[in-house]
């Protein structure tokens, strides 16, 4: 018997897997590890040394499924305040949760958004849910790493980075496509050289985006002009970011910033330095949300279909919660170019 149980694979472990191991019936491990029911002694003493053995714990958000009780999801966010809050009344967030509620609902749960905490509290010490839609998270976000310990049903929006979630069912952004497009888009605006701004965090998104970059430089012989930036930064960050790769690379000629907020501190920068936008320097931005539908100018982005990647993702969860389906993946609809001001 080990003495620690890795919260990735207790996770794992279903009902029905402590049945079969132990060979008895799913009601009778039910019955044993919940004392209800006539179960003799001997053979709810095997049924406990298997769960344990096992990992498993009795999932009670499920029991309560069951049993018709009130229950309750929730919508948590892994990217920081700096640019989950703010002016954009945490924009992505936002647009995923009017339509997540409402699915939700349909169902018969309540959804209750759970802002990013400027803190750094964490947010589940108050909340007592039953399953999680988390945003984006990173290779080494401690909410995910909480939620797969704590053994609660969690979808990720966007495929969590790294290797260490690879259990985690989620919902595909074609994070690599979109940039794609995007750097497309740019190329056919004249942009010969393209720079490009992303977030420091371990994210899916960020790698797709530098793998999408870096097959364009090796087809275009495009010099490689690309930098990472603190999330927590914000607009500054996407400033201070655009004044040092300009510094070091006058003949940029395009922006592709993956981060919303940077790219509005970007365009802040082109403005105080009398560079103007789209003719001297194009500049794209991921998400078509607030930000960039209120920048100055308007700034190109994508639109990411978040209704219906919300209506999937609780299409995801609510099977992860009931029957504990196996499903890890669900694909986005096929993101879609917005061309605005800041590149025509």
């Known amino acids: 018997m080990t003495d620690s149980i890795d919260p990735a694979r207790a996770s794992r472990v279903t009902i029905s897997d402590v049945a079969r191991q132990a060979g008895v019936s799913v009601t009778t491990v039910s019955h044993a590890l919940n004392g209800r029911g006539q179960v003799d002694p001997a053979t709810r003493q095997k049924v406990e040394e298997v769960a344990r053995e096992m990992g498993y714990t009795p999932n009670r958000h499920a029991q309560k499924l069951r049993g018709g009780g009130s229950s309750m999801i929730a919508l948590m966010s892994s990217m920081p305040f700096a640019v989950a809050g703010g002016p954009s009344r945490l924009g ?103 720079a490009m701004i992303l977030g420091a965090a371990q994210r899916n998104s960020y ?75 194009k500049l794209a931005t991921r998400y078509d949300g607030i930000r960039a539908r209120t920048c100055e100018p308007p700034l190109t982005a994508v639109n990411l279909h978040l209704d219906q990647v919300a209506k999937l993702a609780i299409e995801l969860l609510f099977e992860r919660m009931r029957r504990g389906s196996q499903c890890l993946v669900a694909q986005s609809p096929m993101p879609e170019l917005v061309p605005r001001a800041s590149t025509k």
């Open 207 to 281: 790698a797709q985006a530098e793998l999408a970059y870096q097959q364009m430089v090796r087809a275009s012989g495009m010099e490689h002009i690309a930098v990472r930036v603190d999330e927590t930064k914000g607009e500054a960050g996407g400033r201070d970011a655009a004044r040092m790769l300009l510094a070091a690379h006058p003949q940029i000629d395009a922006f592709l910033v993956l981060v919303d907020v940077f790219a509005v501190g970007v365009a802040q920068y082109l403005q105080q330095t009398g560079l103007r936008v789209p003719q001297d320097i």
């Open 92 to 194: 992505f967030l936002m647009e995923v949760a009017s339509v997540a509620a409402a699915s939700a609902l349909e169902r018969g749960m309540a959804m209750v958004l759970v802002p990013p905490l400027e803190s750094g509290q964490r947010s589940l010490d108050f909340l007592d849910v039953d399953g999680v839609l988390l945003i984006e998270p990173s290779a080494e976000d401690q909410q995910l790493r909480d939620l797969v310990a704590r053994g609660l049903p969690v979808v990720s929006i966007g495929k969590p980075g790294g290797t260490a979630f690879e259990q985690v069912p989620y919902v595909d952004l074609l994070s690599g496509q979109t940039v794609a497009m995007l750097l497309e888009h740019l190329q056919a605006r004249g942009a010969r050289h393209i």
